[in-house]
């Protein structure tokens, strides 16, 4: 069976980012893979007008795979995500 929804959410407008920009491995890292994620990602929030905020500057930027090690980094992420939403 289908759900629908017919809920209106109101969405307010946001001009702020958080950076998140990730390679799982060593090799990624050294072949500027990361640094052309946050080069795109620096340049799409400057051309749409959002400001970058972090609790320090690019504190989400990481090598982590995502099938070894439990993904620490990325859980650090999940609630500060948590806390800019309230």
Do not use: H
């Not at 905020?53 to 090598?63: H, L, W």
């Amino acid at each position: 069976m289908e759900k629908k929804y017919t809920q209106v959410i109101e969405i307010e407008e946001c001009n702020q980012a958080v950076m998140l920009a990730r390679v799982s491995s060593r090799k990624q890292e050294r072949g500027a893979s990361l640094d052309a994620q946050v080069e795109r990602i620096e340049e799409y929030c400057k051309k749409n007008n959002f400001s970058i905020i972090e609790p320090t500057p690019k504190a989400f930027v990481f090598t982590e795979s995502s099938t070894r090690g439990g993904r620490k980094k990325f859980k650090d992420w999940l609630p500060y995500m948590t806390k800019m939403d309230s």
